[in-house]
């Protein structure tokens, strides 16, 4: 339960040493980083996910009104998003620091960019890491900062971020739905 103590703790708190830092993933390295680096550079790609069948269904009426629209917009998008994930329209780009990057457009016509890559790491400290927002400007170079706006039943979480200039254009508020759902078929 190493999420929900973080989202729990007061700002303070959560910038102690117990929550992993990029530092701390690096330490944290499992497994041979020569069998890593053999699998990425193949042009070969991962196995498509599977549609989680133990995934419990949300009852709408158990849901304040307020959240609701959040709660089951997040959870509705999650075959949307395996789809995508899953689609045979990627178009290889290259490999870049032991990941394969892959573009493609959606059908709204945007562009969507898929990397795939091997963490050397435990699943748990992954994800805690992932969802600390206030890290997310060290694994994302656009994010200026970000923070939770709040937190709302069932793992979900509106989300601020402010993304920094690119090139010419200029710096965005964004907002966000977040939702931790998992499945103990995908590992």
Known sequence: QIFDKTMMMSKEETKSNDFPSRQNLEEEKRGNQEDIYDIMNSKESFPKLEYPDDIKEIDPSTLQEEHKQYIMGARSRLHELIDLINSDEWNYVKTKSKTRIYVKKSERGLVCIKGETIFPFDAELIVSYLMRVDRR???????????IIQELPRRTFLVYAKIKQILVVASRDITFTSQIITSKKQG
């Open 137 to 147: 400007h060290e694994y994302d170079k656009f994010t200026d900062h970000a923070n």
